[in-house]
């Protein structure tokens, strides 16, 4: 069983920034490409920033020079430093990991949210 935990969301005024963390734990071989993901209400779930073993990246335009993706394998754990949020940024954020259970066997795996809100 594979659990993954978020944590770091809260109200921030325009401007200021967050960071969020999320560590995954349970029966894992290893993990591949691991991620965060926002929806807004009223709005698709969209891809923020994704982050493989090796350290590539890549981010929504929309966050491109704003946040930044990163990741400990050791810890299992990966980040996302948000600066300059905007009132646009709010949303619940979730984070995603695509799990090894075995060396056969692959899984997606969520979190449950974090709630990230930004005031103007």
């Known amino acids: 069983q594979v659990q993954v935990v978020e944590s770091g969301g809260g109200l921030v005024q325009a401007g200021g920034s967050l960071k969020l963390s999320c560590v995954v734990s349970g029966s894992i071989f290893a993990i591949n490409v691991m991620g965060w993901y926002r929806q807004a209400p009223g709005k698709q779930r969209e891809l923020v920033a994704g982050?493989?073993?090796?350290?590539?990246?890549n981010y929504a335009d929309s966050v491109k020079g704003r946040i930044s993706i990163s990741r400990d394998n050791a810890k299992k754990t990966v980040y996302l430093q948000m600066n300059s949020l905007k009132p646009e940024d709010t949303a619940v954020y979730y984070c995603?990991?695509?799990?090894?259970?075995?060396?056969?066997?692959?899984?997606?795996?969520w979190g449950q949210g974090t709630q990230v809100t930004v005031s103007s």
């Open positions: 982050i493989t073993v090796g350290g590539n990246t």
């Open positions: 995603y990991a695509d799990v090894r259970v075995t060396m056969f066997r692959r899984g997606d795996y």
